[in-house]
């Protein structure tokens, strides 16, 4: 039997064992150094019913050895695949952090941009994993480890596909799978591809968002009815906060046929993107910079901030303020006219009096005009000058 009493300190090739990570449906996790690379890795034993089995054995070295092959900053790495005392083990990067359904049960919904942002991550994660051929079929909350910075890691690739054929609902209805975020297709035991991952995913979202999950049920048969004949509830029952734009994405993720459902995970992770995008240019429009405390080094920088904000959201501002600047320009050539102007007047005024100056040293007695030698006379309605 594989536990930490009888593995603390032993050598499993070249990893030896230096504590346990946790315990779960999938085996046993050891906290172990690599001897040769000196780095911490952790080990997972799989369970012994799942290695008596020689064809799953088979298929999980297979997948496992695919697994290896993925390099992406929101996967967990696999080092490595062995055997040890009749079991198989599989070598992998140990992340610090806390699996997502901790999180989950700790803090209940998430917030929006908080889901939809993990989301986003672990999409990414799949379809690199998609284009190697690899279909993970065990998406689950359990499988993400949140690390710093709500960087998301999503592991257990390798043990994805023996995990869901070793899942077999017995006779009172319990499963030794995930029942819960299955897709339709895994239930019927049809063929099984990349959609049925984000099916998955979306089951994952929507848990984040409301802290319920949107097939429910007290059995995994009853959770495997709902899941294949009952319509997905509007995720915005659960929480009516959720904009309409996201609801649609989970609404497309989550399509019973998988032929109405997002084609490819790349998809689903664009679209989250700019939907956060969105978020973020509303949130930086709208935020009111005096309702927080410390307004008075805001207001002081008011005008700064008002411009940053008009330089970064595009033509529309622009051209409202257009009239304002021109109205504005409108304003200066008034003001520099009028300065002409009282220029012009003064330099006529110095003018007359050095001309009256000179006049008077010269004896010269200026006459006082003469009466005007036109009038005006009214023809038909008109004033004419005669």
Not at 213 to 220: I, S
Request: net charge negative; proline share 5%.
């Amino acid at each position: 039997m594989i536990d930490l009493e009888t593995m603390m300190d032993k050598q499993v090739d070249n990893y030896l064992i230096k504590g346990s990570v946790g315990k779960g449906g999938m085996g046993v996790v050891f906290k172990a150094t690599d001897v040769s690379l000196q780095r911490t890795v952790a080990i997972k034993f799989l369970p012994e019913e799942m290695c008596s089995d020689e064809s799953m054995v088979k298929r999980f070295v297979r997948e496992a050895r695919s697994s290896a092959r993925l390099n992406h900053t929101n996967i967990v790495t696999v080092y490595g695949v062995g055997t040890y005392e009749k079991t198989y083990y599989i070598a992998m990067e140990l992340v610090p952090g806390l699996p997502l359904d901790a999180v989950i049960s700790k803090e209940g919904r998430l917030p929006i941009a908080r889901s939809v942002n993990i989301a986003r991550q672990v999409a990414d994660a799949l379809s690199a994993a998609h284009a190697e051929g690899i279909v993970h079929r065990d998406v689950k909350p359990q499988n993400m480890i949140i690390g710093k910075n709500d960087h998301i890691k999503i592991m257990d690739f390798g043990l994805a596909l023996a995990n869901f054929e070793n899942s077999q609902l017995t006779a009172d209805g319990t499963s030794l799978g995930t029942p819960d975020y299955m897709s339709p297709e895994q239930w019927k035991d049809s063929n099984v591809d990349a959609r049925s991952d984000i099916f998955s995913l979306g089951i994952t979202l929507f848990a984040m968002l409301t802290g319920k999950l949107p097939f429910a049920a007290t059995t995994a048969l009853a959770v495997m009815r709902k899941t294949v004949d009952s319509p997905t509830p509007d995720i915005r029952t659960f929480n009516d906060a959720v904009p309409d734009e996201l609801a649609h994405i989970i609404e497309l993720m989550l399509m019973k046929n998988v032929t109405e459902r997002y084609p490819s995970a790349a998809l689903v992770s664009k679209d989250l993107g700019q939907f956060l995008a969105g978020m973020s240019s509303a949130s930086a429009v709208s935020q009111d910079p005096f309702s927080t405390p410390g307004s008075d080094v805001m207001r002081s920088n008011m005008d700064t901030k008002d411009s940053k904000i008009r330089g970064a959201s595009g033509a529309g501002i622009s051209n409202t303020s257009a009239p304002q600047q021109q109205s504005s320009q409108q304003q200066l050539s008034q003001q520099q006219s009028q300065q002409q102007l009282s220029q012009q007047q003064s330099q006529q005024q110095l003018s007359q009096q050095q001309l009256s100056q000179q006049q008077q040293q010269s004896g010269f007695v200026p006459q006082p005009p003469s009466e005007p030698r036109f009038s005006i006379v009214q023809i038909a309605g008109a004033g004419v000058l005669v």
